[in-house]
């Protein structure tokens, strides 16, 4: 049963305190694929060129920036709706 515990400073009157927000250890080992692969479509990017060859015209839209941004875009969304979905209701 494991799980990523963040600890998030936040200062109250000049002192740090801390509260922890777990998030499930199968939620957190999704998001670091997506994360890794977000990374790895980002490096190996590259720009679309006109007019497109026929192998651009078949090639994975995450190949180019605009399709790896994309994704990335997406990976961030869905990171964010993770931690905001496993914070306590105040």
């Not at 777990?22 to 980002?42: A, F, K, N, T, V």
């Not at 920036?65 to 969304?77: I, M, N, V």
């Amino acid at each position: 049963m494991g799980g990523l515990v963040l600890c998030v400073p936040y200062m109250a009157h000049m002192n740090f305190e801390f509260e922890m927000v777990s998030i499930p250890r199968h939620q957190l080992d999704h998001l670091l694929i997506m994360m890794r692969r977000s990374e790895g479509y980002c490096r190996k990017a590259r720009p679309i060129r006109w007019p497109q060859s026929q192998e651009d015209i078949h090639a994975e839209p995450t190949e180019f920036y605009a399709g790896a941004s994309g994704y990335a875009g997406a990976t961030l969304r869905e990171a964010i709706q993770t931690i905001e979905s496993n914070l306590p209701i105040n």
